[in-house]
């Protein structure tokens, strides 16, 4: 059993948008943090969008403005809405969470493809 499940990447056109969605397991408790990381290739793995239980939000400077981030803490699920794509935005896109007795949980990944 997957204790995250990723959703929604594919293949856009650059200018277009995607939404990301990842759910977590019941069987996971406590969970605080909730985010998204994304590794290009032969790059390292990088933070994307972060936030908290509490609503508080991090992001990397690339995508501020042209991402957003939420969450429905009811379903344990992060989302990441994805607009004014580019093809420097192409990775794979990994769902973080931390649970508040700072233990994490990564997913499997999902890739976006930015064509130009």
């Known amino acids: 059993q997957e204790l995250l499940v990723e959703s929604g990447g594919g293949l856009v056109q650059a200018g277009g948008s995607l939404r990301l969605a990842c759910a977590a397991s019941?069987?996971?408790?406590?969970?605080?943090?909730m985010g998204w990381y994304r590794q290009a290739p032969g790059k390292q793995r990088d933070l994307v969008a972060m936030i908290t239980r509490s609503g508080i939000t991090n992001y990397a400077g690339s995508v501020k403005g042209r991402f957003t981030i939420s969450r429905d803490n009811a379903k344990n699920t992060v989302y990441l809405q994805m607009n004014s794509l580019k093809p420097e935005d192409t990775a794979v896109y990994y769902c973080l969470l931390v649970t508040s007795n700072l233990r994490d949980y990564w997913g499997q990944g999902t890739q976006v493809t930015v064509s130009s």
């Open positions: 019941e069987s996971i408790f406590s969970i605080n943090a």
